[in-house]
Nanobody, 126 residues
Framework: QVRLVESGGGLVQAGGSLRLSCAAS????????MGWFRQRPGKEREFVAT????????FHSYSVKGRFTVSRGNAKNTVDLQMNNLKPEDTAVYYC???????????????????WGRGTQVTVSS
């Protein structure tokens, strides 16, 4: 089992940037497909971005494509989400998630992920 801890959330004005980071425990990080999800007030948890075990495959949701970028550092057991040109509708709790996966495999569905962090709040003011 892996423990995931998110950091980097906060309050930012529209048009600003934030970088979220997720630190994973243990020595099996390289075996996980990693994902970022978010839950906006009154909404269900939704997919934001995902990255494969080796970092070669990524996929971003339509609503964040071109503004957010997912990356990972397997040597440091971290996965990051660079968020630029933030909008008020990006306000949400952001979660990091992990799933055991074959090399290159990525998924964008909440139920496919086995391990979850507790989340970090991102608030974008207009």
């Amino acid at each position: 089992q892996v423990r995931l801890v998110e950091s980097g959330g906060g309050l930012v004005q529209a048009g600003g940037s934030l970088r979220l980071s997720c630190a994973a425990s243990g020595n099996t990080f390289r075996t996980y497909n990693m994902g970022w999800f978010r839950q906006r007030p009154g909404k269900e948890r939704e997919f934001v971005a995902t990255i494969s075990r080796g970092g070669t495959n990524t996929f971003h949701s339509y609503s964040v494509k071109g503004r957010f970028t997912v990356s990972r550092g397997n040597a440091k057991n971290t996965v990051d989400l660079q968020m630029n040109n933030l909008k008020p509708e990006d306000t949400a709790v952001y979660y990091c998630a992990a799933r055991d996966a074959p090399l290159g495999d990525i998924r964008a569905v909440v139920s496919e992920y086995e391990y979850w962090g507790r989340g970090t709040q991102v608030t974008v003011s207009s």
